[in-house]
């Protein structure tokens, strides 16, 4: 019995005879990659940045601005903020003694 050699290798990925080896075929062509842009200079961001605000600021208003900023004052002086800015200037070691004293109080 002869085996064909035109049926050699025939399917996925297995060659036929007028086709060439993989070796000897020809790499693809890289894709060529996007130029890259230069990064904006610290100017460029802060010109940027100014853009923006006042962009925010004529879609906002002045009004709704001003409560924004009434809104955040009187949250930065309310009495949880208050008791967060002073236990955070404590010693972290005597509140966590006295969270824990605290705990076993509970039981």
Known sequence: RELSL?????????????????WSRKAPAKKSEPKKTAPPSSAEI???????????????GEDTIQRIAASLSQ???????QAKARLQKLDKDRVAEEILIMLDDKD
């Open 6 to 22: 035109s049926i050699l290798f025939t399917g996925s990925g297995f060659f036929r005879e007028n086709e060439k080896m993989f």
């Open 46 to 60: 802060r010109a940027q940045a100014l853009a923006n605000a006042r962009a925010a600021r004529e879609a906002l």
């Open 75 to 81: 949250k930065k002086n309310s009495p949880l903020e």
